[in-house]
């Protein structure tokens, strides 16, 4: 620990090397500068004082020199001056600033060196002011060189205009600036990050924050700017692909008071800052922020069983907010002052709040309206202190406690009738400041102790007996301050306070009153404490809001009221740790003891956990084998039809005139097994997405596509060389064997296409030497073939008596292979004559003390070690010379799927997305112990929870990073060093149902059945913002047009299956509106071509009219209505021509095979039909099942045109003219098309069919050309406003093409 005089801290940088560090304090006034030595830190040691220095200018930021550590600048108030730490003593001397003597500077930076050479330009000084102000300072002649004004804009228009750097007015309140070799970042109180180069001759690029600027910093490879701002955002700048990721959100206040939700997993706080924010306890990321701006909220508290939350606030008002509709539903305003305490019932039938004039009101929430049940006054004493423990229910909703009628009586009345049942009077002398006690809070321990606790403002909690007011024990002096806050865990072992800027813990169980456990940490007073819901941690709210886990052991079995026998010993030292750390994951030092039972966790989307439908129980060996073991591991290929080339009419280009070149790929196949490689040494990156091999480099981005697959792939293996890439997919409908292909991996070829196995192949390995390749059939064909490298001709093929999860080389021996499956391990030697391999088969059964039947997964350690992971999440450790089991230990609550090992770290990934790695250092030691080996050697060193059970992973050979893909569809980039993942590729979940593009085409927007709406970067394809809705699916999705207002005001409108309708603003990444015109799912939805109105069609075949700012519903069409209504299409035409007036002409197409076409103005409220068109359909036209869309839409290279497909006579696409009232012109299809998209700037028809396959149709020559890739059907495609690229969608799967010109 270091200590320094109390003082405002002002600055504390550290120096390159780490070894210095200043601080700048305020003492009356002088300030005083303070360098500190923290060389030693990292060996061990203290941080020391080297020297102090007092100052009569003001400091307000320092910096140390990258070039020597012993120089350093300062700036402040009218000055800027240089320092040098030599002889245990500080020196400054100041800069000559001429006529800038009179700025108020608040930043400054060193320049740094292209080639890292100190001279000349280390020794430049940049110094920004309020006023906008920049020197340039020459620190060796102690000079400004060059001084520079920002200034803002004075031309109008334009998106990102210049700003002038010299001038006289109004400047750029500069708060922060930061330098790399190339360019300087500086952040202002006008809420801008701007990029500029050195000499400030242009904006290179800026970023608008939602509130002022206050800090900056530049990465050093300059690729990256990190800003924070003064309203509690922090996120970074990525400058190649210009897209700012948001890092974390937080009050810029104190935090008064919070809530925990159980069902949901979510904390809701309020604050100083006058917002209410709802955290997701399991991400800790920000889901909601109200803010009041006229009334301050003072505390908060949760509706037990509904997505519902309560708040009272400064005036009065008790108000309920929606969760679901993130919108104010009732409020109450019976109270006179400001609301002092709010709780609810645990059933969720009764609410009470309190206020400052000491009035008591009771509330009916079992009626929706929650109407006041009684309001009494004089009840709550109006002189007890704010605290959110005023108010309590007990645990089973009978008793209401609080401080009143005067702050030295605690009343308990009953809470259906306030009925008084008891007073109790706690106002006896304290003897130290000859005052009557007071009460500060109140708290009711589990209902069948019967406790009532009360802490006083003479620093005792006293325990009362709930039903008599007896007093049954007393803590004194738990605090030198008065506790504020108290929370007795479910199990009532732990006793949880604040008191002052402590957290205190009590082993409540342990009556000899040993003392609390005291974790410091927050630097205000803590206002707030409580447990999570599940009991693993606490929360505590002050200056911030800090989670700690508790390390101490639980019992499930404890009774009330006698102490359990574990808990007499009390909390150890350190039982409580800081978790504030959850991000930073701190390594635990012992094996944690999963429960038995755990609940699963729900993360921002309720869905069923992972790998938890279809495991069957493997602890039973006398059941019978099911027919797919350890589901977590089995690979299940997506549903897929026939594919392209089984048809006729189909036509497959020539690669050298195509018209259609694949550019990007987004998604990964996280229904795969081991389908992702890297090679950290080369950089090679490979993954697969359906039928395609994708290989992406990770600097770029930039994308390889290797398509050939029939089926989508199951699995990839890279050679220990690095030169040979092997991948496997299942068996399609047009072939009898699993096909698996071996790449060339510089050129990007495939050299080999072997096949043998009749179902899909599990799993690829090559041997040590790369002589060999093994492949693994799954479950159904339980079959192990050999492979020669040299010609890939078949060596050996074993059919396998059961099911085998998992197969690996032996990497210091080629001629060891071993397997894993139910219930044994098997070991093969190979034994080569001539060209001959033969395999000599050992079985060793798992031991019955490991109590685990399926293994799961495999990896050798040390020689002669080998780990394997079991469906119940075991770890056993096998001695291969020795053919035995020797110890294992409880890894996880579930399956362990994947194994990865180096010499003395183990990396386990499991069904439940948790990745964990462990010490294994010691494990060769225990090999002599046999069975008798203890667990207590290996220590979990950190964890990490992904989105979705682990099925791939590759790390570097230190195995200190790695990439680790998920079931999810993720790919997460790990860094043990550092504790993170970093999300790499990333896709919807579910089937994606609408792409659509914003002006300008800089971005894109999905939608999907996983209820979430995402944008993208349209030229790298990085996520930018993603808004998600619990528990529904996302149907149909667009983006308001180019004539909608600014650039900065676009909007997207999203319909969902509960038949509302969202509005979501792009620019402030936060949902606008909510309608809900529809009773039932939506299908469609578009805006009118001026952006003020949406139309919207359902499944029920209405289409609403409603405006897009009010949400009012003006106008429901219900001619298609019984059949769903496929698509509506916009265009902006003068429909004179058609005999009919409007500004718009729009259509509607029906499951029915019905078409109508409308004009309408919607500014006048009118809409006249124009057309009506129906299609004839035979009884037989299902693809897949399914009936094919009806779909149609305008022509954009003739307005008088439309196009439409659908189930009919015949597979084609007609063309009817609008003006003439007639088909035109029919074009043939091999297929019943499932998605339709024209190109607005050329001649081009885009169709997807079920078949797997795409055609293009150049409508001015009648050519096409079709293309393979996906692996399902293309049920989507879309153009962008430009033409240059098509988007199409199949399943999860969306396809990137890049339209050449022809």
Not at 909 to 929: F, I, Q, Y
Not at 1021 to 1037: G, Y
Request: glycine share 10%; aromatic share 6%.
């Amino acid at each position: 620990m270091s200590s320094a005089p109390s003082a405002s801290l002002t600055a504390e940088p550290f120096s390159a090397g780490l070894a210095r560090t200043a601080t700048g304090g305020r003492l009356g006034l002088l300030q005083m500068v303070v360098a500190w030595g923290t060389g030693q830190v990292g060996l061990g040691g203290e941080v020391v004082v080297l020297a102090k220095a007092h100052t009569d200018f003001d400091v307000q930021a320092f910096r140390v020199t990258f070039f020597d550590e012993t120089r350093m600048a300062s700036c402040g108030q009218g000055s800027v001056r240089l320092w040098r730490l030599r002889g245990g003593a500080l020196r400054s001397c100041p800069v000559d600033l001429g006529e800038h003597h009179v700025l108020q500077f608040t930043d400054l930076a060193f320049k740094q060196a292209r080639d890292g050479c100190p001279e000349p330009s280390a020794a430049m000084l940049f110094v920004c002011s309020r006023s906008g102000h920049i020197l340039e300072i020459d620190c060796q002649c102690m000079v400004v060189r060059h001084a520079r004004r920002l200034l803002p804009t004075q031309t109008l228009g334009g998106p990102h205009p210049q700003k002038q750097t010299f001038s006289t007015g109004p400047g750029i309140a500069i708060s922060s600036l930061s330098l790399s070799p190339a360019m300087c970042a500086v952040g202002s109180a006008d809420g801008y990050l701007r990029l500029w180069p050195l000499d400030f001759s242009s904006v290179l690029l800026e970023a608008e924050h939602e509130g002022p600027v206050s800090s900056v910093c530049v990465s050093p490879d300059g690729l990256r700017v990190l800003s924070a701002t003064s309203s509690g955002h922090l996120g970074f700048l990525d400058t190649p692909s210009r897209v700012y990721h948001m890092l974390a959100r937080s009050h810029t206040a104190p935090v008064l008071a919070l809530a925990t939700e159980q069902r949901r997993g979510q904390l809701a706080t309020v604050s100083q800052d006058r917002t209410v924010r709802i955290w997701d306890l399991a991400t800790l990321q920000q889901l909601y922020n109200f803010t009041s701006s006229e009334e301050a909220p003072c505390t908060v508290t949760f509706h037990p069983t509904r997505p519902i939350f309560f708040c009272g606030f400064s005036s009065g008002a008790v108000r309920s907010f929606s969760l679901e509709a993130a919108e104010v539903l009732v409020e109450h305003t019976c109270h006179q002052g400001a609301i002092t305490g709010l709780t609810a019932t645990p059933d969720g039938r009764l609410l009470f709040s309190s206020c400052s004039r000491g009035s008591l009101a009771q509330y009916n929430c079992a009626d929706p309206q929650w109407h006041v049940l009684r309001v009494a006054a004089d009840m709550v004493s109006p002189d007890a202190p704010a605290s959110p423990s005023t108010l309590a229910v007990s645990r089973d909703g009978r008793l209401l406690a609080f401080v009143g009628p005067s702050r030295h009586t605690v009343t308990v009345m009953g809470s259906a009738s306030l009925d008084e049942l008891l007073r109790v009077d706690i106002g006896t002398l304290d003897l130290a400041s000859g005052r009557l006690d007071s009460a500060m809070a109140v708290c009711f321990g589990p209902a069948a102790l019967g406790h009532l606790l009360v802490s006083t403002s003479s620093n005792r909690v006293m325990v009362l007996d709930a039903a008599s007011g007896r007093i049954i024990r007393e803590l004194p002096g738990v605090h030198p301050e008065p506790c504020s806050s108290l929370m007795l865990s479910e199990d009532a072992r732990f006793l949880l306070m604040a008191a002052g800027r402590a957290v205190k813990v009590w082993d409540y169980t342990t009556q000899a009153n040993p003392g609390p456990q005291v974790y410091i940490g927050h630097s205000e007073p803590v206002q707030a404490v409580t447990f999570s819901p599940d009991q693993q941690q606490v929360l505590s709210a002050g200056d911030a809001i800090f989670l700690w886990d508790i390390l101490a052991t639980t019992e499930s079995d404890q009774s009330f009221p006698g102490p359990s026998p574990a808990c007499e010993a009390g909390l150890g030292t350190g039982q409580l740790e800081d978790a504030a750390s959850r991000a930073s994951e701190l390594p635990r030092q012992q094996v944690p003891k999963p429960s038995q039972a755990s609940p699963p966790r729900l993360g921002i989307c309720a869905r069923p956990p992972e790998g938890g439908d279809g495991t069957s129980d493997t602890k039973n060996s006398g059941a019978p084998r099911t027919t797919c073991p350890a589901s977590h591991k089995a690979f299940t290929p997506a549903r897929a039809s026939r594919g392209p080339h089984s048809a006729k009419g189909t036509s497959l280009p020539p690669a050298s005139s195509e018209w259609l070149r694949l550019k990007a790929v987004v998604g990964y196949s996280g229904n795969g097994r081991a389908n992702m490689v890297w090679r950290p040494d080369t950089g090679f990156f490979a993954y697969t997405c359906g039928r395609l091999v994708v290989v992406e480099d990770l600097h770029s981005g930039a994308q390889q596509h290797w398509p050939g697959h029939p089926a989508e792939i199951s699995t990839l293996a890279l050679s220990h060389s690095a030169q040979v890439l092997a991948s496997a997919s299942g068996r399609s409908s047009t072939t009898d064997h699993c096909q698996i292909r071996v790449w060339d991996v510089s050129g990007g070829l495939c050299q080999h296409l072997i096949s043998h196995h009749s179902t899909t192949v599990l799993a690829l390995a090559f041997s040590p030497d790369d002589r060999l390749l093994v492949t693994l059939g799954d479950h159904d064909g339980c079959t192990l073939a050999l492979w020669g490298t040299a010609t890939y001709d078949l060596v050996s093929s074993t059919r396998l008596p059961e099911p085998v999860h998992g197969v690996a080389f032996n990497p210091w021996d080629a001629g060891e292979l071993t397997c894993v499956g139910q219930g044994t391990v098997t070991f093969w030697l190979l034994q080569q004559r001539g060209a001959d391999i033969s395999l000599q088969v050992h079985r060793e059964q798992i031991p019955e003390t490991v109590g685990a039947g399926e293994l799961t997964s495999l990896c050798y350690g040390a020689p002669p070690l080998l780990y394997c992971g079991t469906s119940s999440g075991q770890v056993c450790v096998w001695d291969t010379r020795a053919g035995r089991c020797f110890l294992s230990w409880e890894a996880d609550d579930g399956g362990i799927g994947l194994l990865l090992c180096s010499s003395s770290r183990l990396v386990s990934g499991s069904s439940t997305g948790r990745l964990r790695l462990w010490a294994v250092g010691p494990v060769s030691e225990l090999r002599c112990k046999g069975l008798g080996a203890r667990s207590s050697s290996v220590f979990m060193e950190r964890e990490l929870v992904l989105d979705g059970a682990v099925v791939s992973a590759s790390f570097d050979g230190s195995v200190d990073m790695g990439v680790v893909g998920t079931r999810a569809g993720t790919l997460w980039f790990i860094s043990w060093a550092e504790g993170t993942s970093t999300r790499l590729i990333s896709g919807h979940r579910s089937k994606v149902n609408e792409v659509v593009f914003g002006p300008g085409e800089s971005h894109c927007a999905t939608c999907g059945e996983d209820g979430s709406v995402r944008v993208w970067a349209l030229a790298s394809m990085e996520l930018v913002i993603q808004f998600q809705v619990l528990n529904q699916s996302c149907l149909c999705l667009t983006w308001s047009p180019r004539c909608c207002g600014r650039p900065e005001q676009q909007r997207l409108a999203a319909g969902y299956g509960d038949g509302s309708l969202r509005i979501f603003s792009v620019s402030r990444t936060a949902m606008e509106l909510k309608m809900h015109p529809h009773p039932v799912a939506l299908t469609t939805v578009t805006f009118s071509t001026d952006g003020q109105t949406v139309l919207s069609g359902d499944k029920d075949g209405l289409v609403a009219v409603s405006h897009s700012r009010t949400g009012i519903t003006f106008r429901v069409v219900s001619d298609h209505q019984g059949a769903a209504i496929s698509t509506i299409c916009v265009t902006r035409k003068e429909c004179e021509d058609l005999g009919v007036e409007g500004t718009d002409l729009w259509l509607a197409a029906s499951g029915d095979q019905r078409v109508s076409v409308w004009a309408s103005d919607w500014l006048r409220n009118r809409c006249e039909l124009v057309d009506w068109l129906s299609f004839p359909m035979p009884a037989t036209t299902e693809t897949q099942g399914h009936l094919p869309p009806s779909l149609a839409a305008f022509c954009p290279w003739d307005g008088a045109l439309l196009m439409y497909v659908g189930p009919g006579v015949d597979k084609e696409v007609i063309i009817y003219d609008l003006s003439q009232k007639q088909v035109v012109e029919k074009i043939p299809l091999p297929f019943f098309a499932m998605s339709l998209s024209l190109s607005p700037g050329t001649r081009l028809l885009a169709l997807g069919f079920a078949e797997c396959m795409l055609r293009l149709v150049d409508c001015a020559t009648g050519t096409a050309q079709d293309f393979a890739g996906h692996n399902n059907a293309v049920h989507l495609c879309r153009f962008t406003p430009s033409a240059r690229l098509l988007f199409t969608a199949a399943c999860n799967e969306i396809l990137v093409w890049e339209v050449s010109g022809r």
